[in-house]
């Protein structure tokens, strides 16, 4: 059973306008895949249409995980077969601890479909001896499980939960859309840290990195990048072409692709 992430011509809408416009891209397991593109070129509802948002309508095409076209499934299915989104703006739960929200989420990924939940849940020692080590792992202080989740948290403190939740669950395949946005340097260290622990302990773990910026990949290194504009792939590359992006922008790209007159 393959887990490739391939996906092949795929277009999607957001009401009537549509946004990707045949987008194939394989993402291998084991390696770090870095997409970027200016904003607008739809990078962002490539992730949210990987992992099934509802605002967005999928019109052809296909996506391929572990042998299924998951474009079928259902998210909470998606998400079991080991997908992950890391998500640009993470919501806050008014009322949910973290340590709560995190067990909730572990015992939805045990749980096996015709057995009793209660044998599937995580006993609390071993759940609480787990979220202690990553934490720490993280740099993330044990009174944040108290909290309530994301409630007054910072745009680092916010990602660096979302790398904790990531480090619990431990998928097989992370979809990280623009994790870096409103992130300081400090807290784009941290969170960037936390990404490469989870690699390191996984070495099968595919992650595809979307951002707009280079700087994320000046501490997660991609082991391919892949630019989009318009709605699909148009050049792929190795780390290299992140540092001439950053050296010379998307334009000369965009006129190699499209001609001057786009």
Same mark, same amino acid.
């Given at each position: 059973m393959s887990s490739e992430?391939? *996906?092949k011509n795929l277009h999607a809408n957001i009401g009537d306008k549509e946004i990707l416009k045949g987008v194939n891209l394989t993402v291998k397991p084991g390696t770090i895949h870095a997409i970027m593109g200016p904003n607008g070129s739809g990078k962002s509802t490539l992730s949210n =249409? *990987?992992?099934g948002h509802p605002s967005y309508t999928v019109t052809a095409g296909e996506v391929w995980y572990k042998g299924q076209n998951i474009l079928e499934l259902e998210v909470d299915q998606r998400a079991k077969l080991g997908?992950? #989104?890391a998500f640009q703006y993470p919501v806050? *739960?008014? /009322?949910? =601890?973290v340590a709560n929200f995190m067990r909730a989420a572990?015992? /939805?990924?045990r749980a096996v479909e015709g057995k009793d939940t209660r044998e599937t849940q995580i006993p609390m020692p071993q759940f609480r001896k787990e979220i202690r080590e990553k934490m720490a792992a993280l740099g993330v202080d044990e009174a944040f499980a108290r909290r309530y989740l994301n409630d007054g948290f910072s745009g680092g403190e916010k990602k660096r939960i979302e790398i904790l939740q990531m480090s619990m669950l431990k998928p097989s395949m992370a979809i990280m859309d623009e994790t870096d946005s409103g992130l300081d340097i400090d807290a784009l260290k941290v969170v960037s840290q936390g990404v490469n622990v989870l690699v390191q302990a996984n070495s099968e773990m595919g992650v595809l990195v979307i951002t707009h910026y280079q700087? #994320? #990949?000046?501490? *997660?290194?991609p082991h391919v990048v892949s630019v989009m504009m318009e709605g699909r792939i148009v050049r792929e590359g190795g780390p290299e072409l992140a540092l001439e992006l950053e050296e010379r922008g998307y334009d000369f790209i965009r006129e190699e692709v499209f001609g001057n007159g786009n």
């Open positions: 992430l391939v *996906i =249409t *990987i992992m997908m992950f #989104l806050s *739960i008014p /009322g949910v =601890t572990v015992n /939805g990924h700087r #994320l #990949l000046n501490y *997660i290194k």
